[in-house]
């Protein structure tokens, strides 16, 4: 991807673009995924205690958690009335039939709003592709709910300088046929996989530049649009990294793995993204 520009080169680039100008218009979303964490009481008790903790954010960051499928109907109901939507970590491409053990976006519908796939986890332990992944993200927006695709490149692929063929080839692949109108249902995550768990770090510098590219890729199937889509970043997200994070124009919020298993932590992601927004910005 070349080398980064200067903070101040950076500063004045951003102004002048078209998405940081409407970088306001974007609400913060951040989503909670519980990966395969916690039994069903225990779920449904943290989902009760993010009720009373999170209610108060809601005006100015959606928020999203994601638990495992077996919990998803009890966690639903516990959150009915309240700002918090539930989506589900995974789905199948198809409606119904002879698939043992899988999951159908028109199943969901009635449980959730929200669907991610593409997760790094997917990707690399179930060997889900490219071609798979379009399948499933034109079948969640047929039965209407809001997908959230992850991308991202490996640590082999980011040392091999390969950062942007790889989002390139991902998106271009997983976005095949999706309609404008379609889109507004849609949003990004970028999940630098070589900065989790590795004791690499992605700054927010780099995460940004990263996250205007895909925003720059989005552009070509789906125009001025692409300035509305909201870009989550997936990178080990943290209290301690989460304001310098939320700082970058490009960033519209975190995929949030780890930290959202302690709600203390989860809490203080979204009160930091909160006071961001409700700072004034250079």
């Known amino acids: 991807m070349g080398a980064r520009p200067s903070n101040s080169s950076r500063a004045r680039r951003c102004r002048a673009s078209p998405p940081c100008a409407t970088r306001i218009m974007r609400k913060p979303l951040i989503a909670g995924n519980w990966k395969m964490h916690f039994t069903v009481p225990e779920g449904l008790e943290y989902a009760l205690q993010l009720r009373r903790?999170?209610?108060?954010?809601a005006a100015v960051v959606d928020v999203v958690i994601l638990p495992p499928a077996l919990m998803l109907w009890e966690v639903a109901n516990a959150l009915r009335g309240c700002a918090i939507e539930v989506g589900a970590q995974n789905a199948g491409w198809e409606d119904q039939g002879p698939f043992t053990g899988e999951i159908s976006p028109r199943m969901l519908a009635g449980w959730c709003h929200y669907l991610l796939i593409g997760h790094s986890e997917r990707r690399q332990l179930f060997n889900e592709t490219d071609e798979e992944l379009n399948r499933k993200l034109h079948a969640g927006l047929r039965h209407r709910l809001?997908?959230?695709?992850?991308?991202?490149e490996t640590l082999e692929e980011y040392e091999a300088g390969r950062t942007a063929e790889v989002i390139t080839r991902q998106l271009n692949a997983a976005l095949y046929g999706v309609e404008?109108?379609?889109?507004?249902?849609l949003s990004l995550a970028y999940e630098p996989v070589w900065a989790i768990g590795t004791g690499k770090a992605a700054t927010p510098e780099y995460?940004?530049?990263?996250?205007?590219l895909i925003r720059r890729l989005l552009a070509s199937p789906f125009g001025a649009l692409a300035a509305e889509m909201r870009i989550l970043y997936g990178g080990s997200v943290t209290p301690a990294n989460a304001r310098s994070l939320m700082e970058q124009p490009e960033i519209d919020g975190g995929l949030i793995g780890g930290a959202s298993l302690k709600a203390g932590d989860f809490t203080r992601i979204i009160q930091a993204t909160a006071e961001v927004l409700q700072s004034p910005r250079v």
């Not at 903790?53 to 954010?57: A, E, H, Q, V």
């Not at 404008?180 to 249902?185: E, F, K, N, P």
């Not at 995460?207 to 205007?212: I, K, L, R, Y």
């Open 53 to 57: 903790d999170l209610d108060r954010y």
């Open 207 to 212: 995460a940004n530049e990263t996250m205007g």
């Open 180 to 185: 404008l109108r379609q889109a507004t249902q």
């Open 146 to 152: 809001k997908v959230i695709l992850a991308v991202g």
